[in-house]
């Protein structure tokens, strides 16, 4: 059997696609006679635009569009005409959603002229190879593009068999999107390693799939689900991805001095911390919540063949969250290793400073820490299980380390006040030296959360998010079971707090290249000199001596006002409880501790930071610089 593996826009153009090295890795390994063959669709897509428009859209403008829209779904729509055999379909629709939200769409118009060409060509690239199974993995905007150009497959080769799977097409959405469309043959649901095989088997042997758990398939003219199985893959079943076809088509590219290539690599999969306090506007884990890893040091193994292999130093973990055991195996090996890497990662806010410490010198650059707000109300109300104090102290860590951080400022959780932001909106522009949120944003409603499972979390009215108006031509019944955003009347703050809080947030990003904080401790001397250069403040340094040095050194870990009283008196040196209190009053309007409310963390940090020219994110909250981030936008992580 010939089986053709695609991708289609927007994948980033710097990374492979896991799921196609997962695949082809596993069918290699499972069905050793079949020939399997890549469609890197997305890089296509990129060389297509730039000889078409004669340089005028350029790999960025692939960002621009593929990951930085994903909440207007731009991407999707620059396919959607192609998918409705119809130029017009959707633009007024879009015309209109963007003129009232000030959406810039000019790069996505600019796009769409060349989708029917470019999916006209694609079929003839795939068909030239006279595949007998393309299977299509869709996630975030690749829907459309994909359902496209599986339409023209199946016009021109009716015979052939098309097969869906990835995460967009998890639990009621993969039933939707097979039942809405005729051309797919078959998808998958939940994770393939499993049912891919079994289906093929079926192909193979021309008989129904019944028997494949979660399958989507046609039994004449009925669209039948097979009931989806609560097994999940072990982390034995889940293969080390093969990335050769993928370097073939980046090595032989036009687009490729346009990119700097990275290396997706899985370690786990489902969240340890979401099995016990899903986060309530969560739905990352689709329906497998359950945690699996690998091994650390079967980790370790796959990233340094990797390495070898491609020559390629940056890599993209897509775990959700970092397996705690892997400080103890994988984050050691690759410390020990010769490899100069430079690890993507998504962690979880509660890490120590050793653990921090210990992820750069792994050759972690870039984490995700899933900070998503300072107050402890909202972060108790989304059930994230830290404080605001215990983020702050990861932020000032991450300027110790040197680890570019991206987060985002979430509110909108039903229950909370404008009480639980007006203490942390007046420390905002103590903040101002460590990384600053990409911007502050109303949580949406997505699917598989919390909040979406249970309406009575405080989101009972819900629809499907307005963008997908111009995006599918589908009844909103339709809609409701194949998306994955939804709109929602607003919960939590709102008018003035939502405007201040938006405000301090681009205000920290603005003044954030510019400020700095630096503790100085002179050699043999308990004195501490804290060097003060933020932005907003007054330029100076505060010299603290005796107790004083000591609690501000102790509160580098995030104390309670009691638990530094009774530390200081075992010091030897305690100040009386309204000493302290005076002491911590003014040390906050200071700006150098921040308080949540229940515990106080010392601001300043050990080392002049150093400041990464490519920033993480720009102030909406989107991916920033040449390449973007690699799930797509904004995404709540760890
Ligand atoms: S936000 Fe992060 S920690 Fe919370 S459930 Fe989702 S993946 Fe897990």
Request: glycine share 8%; hydrophobic share 40%.
């Amino acid at each position: 059997m010939r089986i053709h593996l695609v991708t289609m826009p927007w994948q980033p153009i710097e990374l492979p696609s896991l799921q196609v090295g997962l695949l082809h890795a596993l069918l290699d390994r499972t069905r050793p006679d079949d020939e399997v063959r890549e469609f890197h669709g997305s890089l296509r897509w990129a060389e297509f635009l730039l000889e078409r428009s004669k340089g005028a859209l350029r790999p960025g403008d692939h960002v621009a569009v593929g990951s930085e829209s994903i909440f207007d779904g731009l991407g999707d729509w620059v396919f959607s005409g192609v998918l409705y055999n119809d130029p017009e379909w959707g633009v007024a629709q879009l015309k209109e959603y963007a003129a009232r939200r000030g959406t810039d769409i000019s790069t996505a118009t600019a796009m769409r002229v060349h989708a029917a060409e470019f999916i006209e060509e694609s079929a003839d690239a795939i068909l030239d190879e006279a595949p007998d199974v393309v299977g299509f993995t869709t996630t975030f905007m690749q829907n459309v593009s994909s359902l496209a150009l599986a339409a023209e497959l199946k016009r021109r080769r009716p015979g052939l068999t098309v097969v869906f799977g990835g995460s967009n097409c998890d639990g009621p959405m993969g039933h939707a999107l097979h039942r809405n469309h005729r051309f797919v043959d078959h998808v998958v649901r939940g994770e393939g390693e499993y049912a891919l095989p079994a289906l093929l088997t079926h192909i193979d042997a021309g008989t129904a799939p019944a028997d494949v758990p979660g399958l989507c398939w046609w039994d004449g003219q009925e669209s039948r689900a097979n009931e989806e199985s609560r097994r999940t893959v072990a982390p034995a079943d889940i293969p080390s991805p093969d990335y050769d076809l993928w370097q073939q088509a980046v090595d032989a590219s036009p687009v490729a001095e346009y990119v700097h290539p990275k290396l997706v690599v899985e370690g786990a999969r489902g969240c340890w911390w979401g099995e016990k306090h899903h986060c309530t506007f969560c739905g990352l884990n689709g329906s497998a919540m359950t945690f699996r890893a690998k091994p650390g040091n079967r980790l370790w193994d796959e990233v340094d063949r990797l390495v070898r292999r491609h020559r390629i130093l940056d890599i993209v973990t897509v775990d959700n969250i970092i397996d705690m055991a892997y400080f103890k195996d994988f984050l050691p090996l690759a410390a020990e290793s010769r490899w100069d890497l430079r690890m993507h990662y998504e962690v979880k806010s509660n890490l120590t400073a050793e653990q921090l410490e210990l992820l750069a010198r792994a050759g972690s650059v870039h984490i995700q820490p899933g900070i998503e707000s300072l107050s402890n109300r909202a972060l108790d109300l989304m059930d994230k299980g830290v404080s605001g104090s215990r983020n702050i102290r990861t932020l000032r860590e991450c300027e110790n380390h040197s680890l570019t951080c991206s987060w985002n400022y979430l509110y909108g959780f039903p229950g909370e006040t404008d009480q639980d932001y007006a203490s942390v909106i007046d420390q905002m522009p103590a903040l101002v030296h460590l990384q600053p949120p990409g911007g502050a944003h109303r949580i949406q409603l997505e699917r598989f959360s919390p909040n979406f499972a249970n309406p009575a979390l405080g989101f009972p009215q819900r629809r499907p998010a307005e963008m997908y108006r111009h995006v599918y031509d589908l009844p909103e019944d339709q809609l409701a079971d194949l998306v994955y955003l939804f709109d929602t009347p607003p919960a939590g703050i709102g008018g003035g707090t939502e405007a201040r809080l938006k405000a301090a947030a681009r205000d920290w990003y603005t003044g954030h290249p510019a400020s700095t904080l630096v503790l100085e401790q002179p050699t043999g001397d308990e004195t501490l000199l804290v060097h003060d250069r933020r932005h907003g403040w007054p330029r100076r340094t505060h010299r603290l001596t005796g107790w004083h040095a000591a609690a501000l050194r102790h509160l580098e870990a995030g104390r309670t006002r009691s638990a530094l009283h009774r530390l200081l008196t075992a010091d030897g040196d305690p100040p009386t409880g309204a000493e302290l209190d005076a002491w911590l009053r003014e040390t906050v309007a200071l700006g150098l501790l921040f308080d949540d409310g229940r515990s106080y963390v010392s601001l300043p940090t050990w080392h002049v930071p150093v400041r990464s020219v490519e920033r993480a994110q720009a102030p909406d909250g989107t991916a920033g610089g040449a390449s973007g981030t690699p799930d797509n936008g904004e995404k709540a992580a760890g």
